[in-house]
């Protein structure tokens, strides 16, 4: 059985650092200095390494380009009020990837690649972690089907690459959403819980003609009835409704979200009863009339906890109140931001620690 103990490093010649504004950082626009790079063959993962982030040489004709078979995942990397970094749940990143891969018939990332090449990764370019409030290092860790063949077929073939970007914030306002009641996200039985990339390819028409209506996202409903809310578009989404955290139950057609099993697990800390069941558009509307549902939020790793100001439910515009600073919301973010970044105890063992200092 190969191990992965230990992963050689070549750095770059000349650092981008110095380049990047990190007071003016826009998601994703900014990639780090170094990369980590694995392939499968054989039936087995093969020399990692970390190298220079640069273009990739690769036949036009690989399977991915053509078949879709191409996974991947979000996390964050945080700096600590000590120096050091914290990976954020790095262990249930890495069980989500590989369910992932199941689903799409591409080779688990065993573990101790995993962790030990973003380790590694993360003690190379520890300088790209952000120290700023509400910033982080965004990690992308992706696997593509690399194997050169026209025929439609399982690819014998694959890459494994991690990539690093200094991130602020991913929404810098409250979102109006709309309620999406003709296109489908997923469907039961399909790829909606996993983290493939057809199924961000997919929603881009609706969003953007949502974007188009003065709306920054969309609330995908079951592809079914179009009356149950299953996710938004970059994230999953809770409420507060009748005093109680509520959160669409996980089917197949939704993706099990780290920051969402982070949030349901704390609202326990902060003594807020919640329930994962089946949410109804009607359950929304009645919220609002009745002044029931007080908070909406979208909770993600990109976005980590995005207030929601505005619902469109067919048609028609409800507006929740302003989230302030005791708000269920702001609280969990505080408490997230706190554990991240070693300022309370992190009593779920959710920090993977790389040491810097």
């Known amino acids: ?42 039936g087995q993962w093969h020399a990692p390494e970390i190298v220079p982030y640069g273009d990739l040489k690769m036949s036009p004709a690989i399977l991915s380009l053509h078949y879709g078979q191409a996974v991947f995942e979000g ?6 009020k000590d120096g050091n970094v914290s990976i954020f749940r790095i ?38 972690v952000p120290r700023t409030e509400g910033s982080s290092l965004y990690i992308r860790p992706l696997v593509f089907a690399s194997e050169a063949r026209l025929g439609v077929k399982v690819s014998d073939e694959y890459k494994f690459i991690i990539m690093t970007s200094p991130v602020g914030p991913y929404y ?27 199924n961000y390819g997919g929603a881009f028409l609706p969003t953007q003609q949502a974007r188009e209506q003065g709306f920054d996202q969309v609330l995908w409903t079951d592809a079914k009835e179009h009356h149950y809310i299953d996710e938004a578009g970059t ?12 959160t669409p139950k996980l089917t197949s057609a939704i993706l099990d979200g780290i920051t969402r099993d982070s949030i349901i697990t704390l609202s326990h800390d902060l003594g807020l009863p919640m329930e994962e069941r ?7 509307a009645e919220g609002f ?24 439910i067919h048609g028609k515009d409800y507006q929740l109140p302003q989230a302030g600073a005791t708000s269920f919301q702001q609280q969990v973010k505080q408490k997230l931001h706190n554990i991240r970044i070693g300022a309370e105890a992190d009593e779920h063992q959710w920090n993977h620690i790389v040491q810097i200092v």
């Open 75 to 80: 996390m964050k990397a945080y700096k600590m």
């Open 278 to 284: 089946r949410v109804s558009i009607s359950d929304l």
């Open 289 to 312: 009339n009745n002044g029931k549902l007080t908070e909406a939020f979208g909770a993600g790793t990109a976005a980590v906890v995005a207030p929601i100001a505005t619902i469109n």
């Open 172 to 198: 810098s306002k409250p979102l109006r959403v709309k309620v999406e009641e003709h296109y489908v996200r997923a469907a039961e039985g399909g790829t909606g819980f996993a983290k493939c990339a057809g």
């Open 91 to 128: 262990h249930k990143h890495h069980e989500r990837l590989n369910k992932s891969l199941a689903r799409m018939c591409m080779p688990e990332v065993p573990h101790d690649l995993f962790v030990q090449g973003l380790t590694t990764l993360i003690e190379t370019d520890h300088d790209w």
């Open 1 to 42: 059985m190969t191990t992965f103990a230990s992963i050689p490093v070549k750095k770059t010649s000349q650092s981008r650092l110095s380049d990047i504004d990190f007071t003016k950082l826009e998601f994703g626009k900014y990639i780090a200095d170094h990369m980590l790079v694995a392939d499968y063959k054989n």
């Open 235 to 246: 994230m999953n989404v809770m409420f507060v409704l009748d005093g109680k955290l509520i």
